[in-house]
């Protein structure tokens, strides 16, 4: 393996890591905070790609697409927190299991329904759609560049947002005890209808910017929910650089994997988790 080849892997796992982190920071939000183990997160990905994808062709624009995509998934995260989720907020973790495992369902069927079962894809915008040459016969997509630049600056603002603003203040105090947000005048239902719609959010639009790179698919939050579940447990839950941190992981083993062990990759992304749990049973950052 020359150096060359070598940046390109590092390259792809650190945009898949950040990718991943998009995700992984909703989830670990929406279940450090409100308790809840929401198995239907990978299905808002899947929204957001399939959005990403029919706004693209009724407006002709991906970036117009990913704009509009926004808001549309975090009101359908609003208005599912608000009229299912909410109910589950005191009851067994196992009543959350099902009804967000039925919401899995409920989309999957949903878009085979509206868009199909086909696999669709989306094509790469023309100004973007151009690679940066490593060597004579290796070069690098602009798209996925710039594709780890948005997630890394989404993710400076995350984290400036959930330390220094009063809103963040509020969203580590509900994931501390909520009982005490409430006591103190804070409209803690309102609080937890946000979080979920952003992390909704957040998901879906990972979904829609990475449809260029990715096929659009019934089902294809599937795989994603169950790495951003490993990026959650490896970083800790409810830590938002935890979610960070151990996407990153993630991301580069993934990638290692598939090119070293090809038959074996899923194992190092397990083997990742095992070696971190080992170490720190409850996370990096619990």
């Known amino acids: 393996m020359?150096?060359?080849?070598?940046?390109?892997?590092?390259?792809?796992?650190?945009?898949?890591?950040?990718?991943?982190?998009?995700?992984a920071s909703g989830l670990t939000l929406i279940f450090g905070i409100m308790g809840i183990i929401n198995l239907a997160h990978g299905a808002f990905?899947?929204?957001?790609?399939?959005?990403?994808?029919?706004?693209?062709?009724?407006?002709?624009?991906?970036?117009?697409?990913?704009?509009?995509?926004?808001?549309?998934?975090?009101?359908?995260?609003?208005?599912?927190?608000?009229?299912?989720?909410?109910?589950?907020?005191?009851?067994?973790?196992?009543?959350?299991?099902?009804?967000?495992?039925?919401?899995?369902?409920?989309?999957?069927?949903?878009?085979?329904m509206i868009w199909g079962a086909d696999?669709?894809?989306?094509?790469?915008?023309?100004?973007?759609?151009?690679?940066?040459?490593?060597?004579?016969?290796?070069?690098?997509?602009?798209?996925?560049?710039?594709?780890?630049?948005?997630?890394?600056?989404?993710?400076?603002?995350?984290?400036?947002?959930?330390?220094?603003?009063?809103?963040?203040?509020?969203?580590?105090?509900?994931?501390?005890?909520r009982d005490m947000v409430a006591a103190l005048g804070i409209n803690v239902k309102l609080l937890f209808g946000v979080v979920f719609a952003l992390g909704a959010a957040l998901a879906g639009l990972a979904g829609a910017i990475s449809t260029p790179i990715t096929s659009v698919a019934p089902g294809m939050g599937d795989s994603v929910l169950i790495l951003c579940f490993v990026v959650v447990v490896i970083g800790g839950v409810g830590s938002i650089k935890g979610a960070f941190l151990g996407a990153m992981l993630i991301g580069l083993a993934d990638t290692f994997g598939k090119v070293f062990v090809p038959d074996f990759a899923s194992f190092t992304v397990y083997g990742v988790m095992a070696a971190v749990l080992l170490w720190k049973p409850r996370g990096l950052f619990a």
């Open 2 to 23: 020359d150096f060359w080849f070598f940046l390109i892997q590092v390259l792809n796992g650190v945009q898949y890591g950040l990718l991943l982190f998009l995700v």
């Open 45 to 112: 990905y899947m929204l957001g790609a399939y959005l990403a994808y029919w706004l693209a062709r009724t407006t002709g624009s991906l970036t117009a697409a990913v704009v509009l995509s926004l808001p549309i998934s975090a009101a359908i995260g609003y208005v599912i927190e608000a009229l299912l989720v909410r109910t589950l907020y005191r009851r067994d973790h196992l009543d959350q299991v099902l009804l967000t495992y039925g919401l899995i369902l409920i989309f999957n069927e949903a878009t085979r």
């Open 119 to 177: 696999v669709h894809g989306v094509t790469v915008p023309a100004a973007l759609n151009w690679s940066i040459r490593l060597t004579d016969t290796l070069s690098y997509p602009v798209y996925r560049l710039m594709l780890s630049g948005v997630c890394a600056v989404l993710a400076v603002a995350m984290y400036l947002v959930i330390t220094r603003t009063r809103f963040g203040m509020w969203v580590r105090a509900g994931a501390s005890n």
